[in-house]
T-cell receptor
Framework: DQQVKQNSPSLSVQEGRISILNCDYTNSMFDYFLWYKKYPAEGPTFLISISSIKDKNEDGRFTVFLNKSAKHLSLHIVPSQPGDSAVYFCAANNFGNEKLTFGTGTRLTIIP | DGGITQSPKYLFRKEGQNVTLSCEQNLNHDAMYWYRQDPGQGLRLIYYSQIVNDFQKGDIAEGYSVSREKKESFPLTVTSAQKNPTAFYLC????????????FGEGSRLTVL
C-alpha cells in the first residue's frame, strides 16, 4: 500500500524555467511533509518541509505547497538550474509515529 | 564535522553469506534508521531505533537484523534469509522527535554475486 505517491517518474525542464514536482498521499493522519533531493550514489539531503497547519513554505528558490483537502503537495523550483538535476523524494509522517514514509521519487533533468 | 558515516561504500557478497553494514553518527541523535533503495521503489524502511537497546521493525525487516548497543552506532546485518539483498542501503538519524528531518549517510551499495 503506497501511502505516498509520486506519479511522475521523470521530468525535464529548461534551465531558468519553473520546475513543479508533485506528490499525493492517502493517509489523512499525515501532518508533516518533507522534500529530499538525491544525487546518484549519495544519501538524500533535506530541502524543505511543511506542517499541515500551513499551506505554503518558501526557502529561496524552493516553495512547497500543501493542499490538505486534495491530499496533494507540490515543490516549485524557480528558476531551475543545472545543479537541480537529481531525484526528488517527498516524505510524510504523523505526530507520534517515528516512521517517515517516502514516495518513489521523480528524476528531474534541467536542460541547459 | 558532524555527520553520519556508513561503511563500506561498496560491498560484494556471495549468496548464503551474512554481511554487516556499519553506521556511525556523531550528531548526538537519539533516533536512527535503515532504509533500502531499489530502482522505482523509493526508500523503504527496514528497521529503526528510538533509543539505545531498543529497535522496531520497519516495512521490510525480513532477512535483516540490527543492534543498538551505543547511541552512536546502528549496524545492519543482511542475512542469508534476505531473498533479494542487492540494493543501495541508507542509514539516517534524527534529533527532534517530531520535526521529521532525517540526516542521511552516503549509503552502502551491496551486490550479491
Amino acid at each position: 500500500d503506497q501511502q505516498v505517491k509520486q506519479n511522475s517518474p521523470s521530468l525535464s525542464v529548461q534551465e531558468g524555467r519553473i520546475s513543479i514536482l508533485n506528490c499525493d498521499y492517502t493517509n489523512s493522519m499525515f501532518d508533516y511533509f518533507l522534500w529530499y533531493k538525491k544525487y546518484p550514489a549519495e544519501g538524500p539531503t533535506f530541502l524543505i518541509s511543511i506542517s499541515s497547519i500551513k499551506d505554503k513554505n518558501e526557502d529561496g528558490r524552493f516553495t512547497v505547497f500543501l493542499n490538505k483537502s486534495a491530499k496533494h503537495l507540490s515543490l516549485h523550483i524557480v528558476p531551475s538550474q543545472p545543479g537541480d538535476s537529481a531525484v526528488y523524494f517527498c516524505a510524510a509522517n504523523n505526530f507520534g509515529n517515528e516512521k517517515l514514509t517516502f514516495g518513489t521519487g521523480t528524476r528531474l533533468t534541467i536542460i541547459p | 564535522d558532524g555527520g553520519i558515516t556508513q561503511s563500506p561504500k561498496y560491498l560484494f557478497r556471495k549468496e548464503g553469506q551474512n554481511v554487516t553494514l556499519s553506521c556511525e553518527q556523531n550528531l548526538n541523535h537519539d533516533a536512527m534508521y535503515w532504509y533500502r533503495q531499489d530502482p522505482g521503489q523509493g526508500l523503504r524502511l527496514i528497521y529503526y531505533s528510538q533509543i539505545v537497546n531498543d529497535f522496531q521493525k520497519g516495512d521490510i525487516a525480513e532477512g535483516y537484523s540490527v543492534s543498538r548497543e551505543k547511541k552512536e552506532s546502528f549496524p545492519l546485518t543482511v542475512t542469508s534469509a534476505q531473498k533479494n539483498p542487492t540494493a543501495f542501503y541508507l542509514c539516517a538519524s534524527r534529533d527532534s522527535y517530531y520535526t521529521g528531518e532525517l540526516f542521511f549517510g552516503e549509503g552502502s551499495r551491496l551486490t550479491v554475486l
